[in-house]
């Protein structure tokens, strides 16, 4: 478990771009609390806002979490057994999100 430590905004927006930089989209709360090498998700939270705030200070998508479960409906094989991560077949359908 995390110390309650202060951290600065300029830790908090680096290692929130490091994240997303890594995933390829913005990290979840889950993601963020599970990642020993971040602070809590209230930290951000309390510093810089929500995850909308976080993103348009970075200047990426803020791309819902729940949109890649919804990639799985669109999917040509049959999600209940494929055994793929949803964010792993997003990263590969870039076209997926940009068309419209």
Same mark, same amino acid.
């Given at each position: 478990?995390?110390?309650?430590?202060?951290?600065?905004?300029? +830790?908090?927006?680096?290692?929130?771009?490091?994240?997303?930089?890594?995933? #390829?989209?913005?990290? @979840?709360?889950?993601?963020?609390?599970?990642?020993?090498?971040?602070? &809590? =998700?209230? &930290? =951000?939270?309390?510093?810089?806002?929500?995850?909308?705030?976080? %993103?348009?200070?970075?200047?990426?998508?803020?791309?819902?979490? @729940?949109? =890649? =479960?919804? +990639?799985?409906?669109?999917?040509?094989?049959?999600?209940?057994? %494929? #055994?793929?991560?949803? +964010?792993? %077949?997003?990263?590969?359908?870039?076209?997926? +999100? @940009?068309?419209?």
């Amino acid at each position: 478990m995390r110390q309650n430590l202060a951290y600065s905004r300029k +830790f908090l927006v680096e290692s929130y771009r490091q994240k997303a930089k890594e995933l #390829g989209r913005p990290p @979840t709360v889950k993601e963020i609390n599970l990642d020993p090498e971040m602070a &809590s =998700y209230w &930290s =951000y939270y309390r510093h810089i806002g929500l995850k909308e705030d976080i %993103c348009n200070q970075l200047k990426i998508s803020n791309i819902p979490a @729940t949109i =890649y =479960y919804l +990639f799985c409906a669109d999917c040509l094989y049959d999600s209940s057994n %494929c #055994g793929r991560n949803p +964010f792993d %077949c997003a990263r590969e359908a870039e076209l997926y +999100f @940009t068309a419209r």
